[in-house]
């Protein structure tokens, strides 16, 4: 089992960066792909990006594609999303979350952390 905790979510303006991450705890890091998901206020929770086991395979939701990067540290058993030109419709509470593959649907993932808010003002 996996214990996620996410942190770095921070009230920023439009254009400007942050990087989130995720530390996990307990078995197994290293063995799960890693997703970022986001859940905007009145909406639903999307897919943001997702990387493999050992970094090799990367996806990004096209709404953050060239802007976001996902990397992750196996030693530290940490997960990072670097975030850069943020804009107001990125503002909402972001997840990371282990899967046993690289996917993009959320009911694919076994483990989550409680979310870090993220708000980016105009």
């Known amino acids: 089992q996996v214990q996620l905790v996410e942190s770095g979510g921070e009230l920023v303006q439009a254009g400007g960066s942050l990087r989130l991450s995720c530390a996990a705890s307990?078995?197994?890091?290293?063995?799960?792909?890693m997703g970022w998901f986001r859940q905007a206020p009145g909406k639903e929770r999307e897919f943001v990006s997702v990387?493999?086991?050992?970094?090799?395979?990367?996806h990004y939701a096209n709404s953050v594609k060239g802007r976001f990067t996902i990397s992750r540290d196996n030693a530290k058993n940490t997960l990072y999303l670097q975030m850069n030109s943020l804009k107001p419709e990125d503002t909402a509470v972001y997840y990371c979350?282990?899967?046993?593959?690289?996917?993009?649907?959320?009911?694919?993932?076994?483990?989550w952390g409680q979310g870090t808010q993220v708000t980016v003002s105009s």
């Open positions: 979350a282990a899967s046993q593959g690289v996917v993009t649907a959320q009911d694919l993932y076994d483990y």
């Open positions: 990387i493999s086991r050992r970094g090799d395979t990367i």
């Open positions: 307990g078995r197994g890091f290293s063995t799960y792909a």
